[in-house]
């Protein structure tokens, strides 16, 4: 590294030190309710998460949606499901020696074949309901009358839109979702057991290392085990994995980041910014089940926004990296 790589990667290091947060506040969710514009100023506008506690209080599925309930209610409804060995859909995965970004095995199956097979809690035979784009309103129509407004209307005034996409999780405890980040404003309602959201601020994004990696596929053959179908493709993603205790050791900028850990527990939402970075591991409850609905917004590309990516593009740069506007 030169000289002035260094002094460059010195300027990052003070800056993210400068703006670190320090962890995540909890707030009453009807407090919040009652001075929107006090949230938007601290969190929005200072792009910090927040866990918003009891606002699913009016949520009937918080108390309905059991295996019972769930399974009258969407009967042979036909979902779409992540299919995977190992529980890690969309992730980078070590597959005979070699780095792959595993996508899983996706099928669509009854809600009722879904929950039953869910429910037995196979850990070689992880499935997770983690289909984006609208799934909530796409899929799981017959749930709609279970839940409120509420979060859609307060998001529709914090953020001066409609939602771009309502969408609806169900797993168990052997799922994660690996790092990554979103270009989405994001309330996330957890209904059913917990999630534990490791967190990066965007302004640290020089010190997550990204690589480009070809892509592959799960493909289950229909016996119980699955092959990798290997993809004409590649994607650039994070390479670290927070919970791995040796990460720093693997990746030394690594070291340089500030990672803070939260836990949204049934009932309450979690306001995650965009363009965070987060790594979401689950707790099941009684039945192992987790269930979560989340709406995301549309970011704006404001001025903060272009100063984060020239900031992660010049600790491009002081790593060696050529300029590109291409993003991850």
């Not at 506690?53 to 918080?62: K, P």
């Not at 892509?215 to 085990?225: A, L, N």
Request: hydrophobic share 35%.
């Amino acid at each position: 590294m030169t000289q002035h790589e260094d002094e460059v990667g010195e300027i990052l290091r003070r800056m993210c030190r400068d703006c670190r947060v320090h962890g995540v506040r909890r707030m009453e969710y009807n407090e919040v309710k009652r001075d929107m514009l006090s949230f938007y100023r601290e969190f929005v506008a200072g792009r910090k998460p927040c866990v918003m506690e009891g606002g699913l209080t009016e949520w009937r599925g918080l108390w309905e949606w059991d295996k019972k309930t769930l399974e009258t209610r969407m009967g042979d409804s036909k979902v779409t499901v992540a299919v995977t060995p190992n529980g890690r859909a969309d992730a980078l995965t070590d597959v005979g020696g070699r780095t792959l970004f595993m996508r899983p095995d996706e099928q669509l199956l009854s809600f009722k074949d879904f929950s039953s097979q869910l429910h037995e809690q196979n850990p070689h035979r992880v499935l997770y309901a983690q289909k984006q784009n609208n799934s909530f309103n796409e899929e799981y129509a017959p749930l709609h009358e279970d839940i409120t407004d509420n979060l859609h209307n307060m998001g529709r005034t914090i953020f001066g839109s409609e939602p771009e996409a309502v969408n609806f999780w169900m797993g168990s405890d052997a799922t994660v979702s690996s790092m990554h980040r979103d270009h989405y404003e994001n309330l996330y309602a957890v209904v059913r057991g917990s999630k534990t959201f490791t967190l990066v601020p965007p302004w640290e994004s020089s010190f997550i290392p990204y690589t480009e990696h070809k892509e592959g596929m799960w493909k289950e053959d229909g016996e119980g085990s699955f092959k990798v179908e290997p993809l004409d493709s590649s994607v650039k993603w994070v390479d670290v994995d927070p919970s791995d205790p040796n990460a720093a050791e693997k990746y030394p900028l690594w070291a340089n980041a500030h990672p803070l850990t939260v836990t949204v527990e049934a009932g309450d939402v979690l306001y995650l910014p965009s363009t965070w970075y987060h790594e979401v591991s689950q707790c099941g409850d009684d039945d192992g089940v987790t269930i979560a609905v989340n709406y995301w917004w549309d970011m704006h590309y404001d001025t903060n926004f272009w100063m984060l990516e020239a900031a992660r593009r010049v600790g491009n740069l002081a790593k060696g990296e050529p300029l590109s506007d291409d993003d991850e």
